[in-house]
T-cell receptor, first 114, second 114 residues
Framework: GNSVTQMEGPVTLSEEAFLTINCTYT??????LFWYVQYPGEGLQLLLK?????DKGSNKGFEATYRKETTSFHLEKGSVQVSDSAVYFC?????????????FGTGTRLTIIP | KAGVTQTPRYLIKTRGQQVTLSCSPI?????VSWYQQTPGQGLQFLFE???????NKGNFPGRFSGRQFSNSRSEMNVSTLELGDSALYLC?????????????FGPGTRLLVL
C-alpha cells in the first residue's frame, strides 16, 4: 500500500536559516503530493502541492519538487521566520476517482528561534 | 468563500457514550473525508463520502460511522466511546477537477473521552 516517510523531528532553527524537511513516498502509479501545515490548536492548511513528476509546488517562500526517480518531495525554504513554527505533514493521494484518500507522514515539528 | 466548518470544536464525553460530529464543506464541494489525529497514530483516514454515498473506508471498527446529506454536509458518529477515541477529528472537503483533487481541512473537533 501507499506510505509516506518523513524526517523525524523536532527541528529547531534560528531565524533566517535554510530549511529542508525530507519526505519520501511509496505508491503505485503516480500520486499527487502535498505539504500541509498545522499551527497550534488548528486544523491542517494546504501549503503546496504537485501533481506530476518534475512539478514544483511553491507558496509563501516554501518549495518542493516532485522527484519520481527518487520518490521524494522534500520541503525547502531559504529563510525561515518565527511565524513558520508549526508541524509540517507530507501527504500523497491516488488520482483514481473514488480513491483520493490522503496518506500522511508522521509530521515534523519545526521551531524557529529569534 | 467560506472554509470548511466543524461543530462542535470541543467535546468531553465519558466511556460508553456516543457522539456525533458535524462538518459543513466548502460551497460546491461534494466530497467529504474524515480523519482521526492522535499523538500515537498520527493522521488516519476514517471514511469518505461523495454524493451521499460512502466511497472509501479506512481500518476503523464499526463503532465509527458517518453519513452525508443532500447538501453535502456530513456527520460522523462514534458509539460506545472508549478512552482511545480521544483525538482531534478532522473533516476535509474537495472538488474533483481534472483528476487533481485537493482536500481542504476544517479546524477539527477535539474529543476527550473520560
Amino acid at each position: 500500500g501507499n506510505s509516506v516517510t518523513q524526517m523525524e523531528g523536532p527541528v529547531t532553527l534560528s531565524e533566517e536559516a535554510f530549511l529542508t524537511i525530507n519526505c519520501t513516498y511509496t505508491a503505485t502509479g503516480y500520486p499527487s503530493l502535498f505539504w500541509y501545515v498545522q499551527y497550534p490548536g488548528e486544523g491542517l492548511q494546504l501549503l503546496l502541492k504537485a501533481t506530476k513528476a518534475d512539478d514544483k509546488g511553491s507558496n509563501k517562500g516554501f518549495e518542493a519538487t516532485y522527484r519520481k526517480e527518487t520518490t521524494s518531495f522534500h520541503l525547502e525554504k531559504g529563510s525561515v521566520q518565527v511565524s513558520d513554527s508549526a508541524v509540517y505533514f507530507c501527504a500523497l493521494s491516488d488520482k483514481d476517482f473514488g480513491n483520493e484518500k490522503l496518506t500522511f507522514g508522521t509530521g515534523t515539528r519545526l521551531t524557529i528561534i529569534p | 468563500k467560506a472554509g470548511v466548518t466543524q461543530t462542535p470544536r470541543y467535546l468531553i464525553k465519558t466511556r460508553g457514550q456516543q457522539v456525533t460530529l458535524s462538518c459543513s464543506p466548502i460551497s460546491g464541494h461534494r466530497s467529504v473525508s474524515w480523519y482521526q489525529q492522535t499523538p500515537g497514530q498520527g493522521l488516519q483516514f476514517l471514511f469518505e463520502y461523495f454524493s451521499e454515498t460512502q466511497r472509501n473506508k479506512g481500518n476503523f471498527p464499526g463503532r465509527f460511522s458517518g453519513r452525508q446529506f443532500s447538501n453535502s454536509r456530513s456527520e460522523m458518529n462514534v458509539s460506545t466511546l472508549e478512552l482511545g477515541d480521544s483525538a482531534l477529528y478532522l473533516c476535509a472537503s474537495s472538488l474533483w477537477t481534472s483528476g487533481q483533487e485537493t482536500q481542504y481541512f476544517g479546524p477539527g473537533t477535539r474529543l476527550l473521552v473520560l
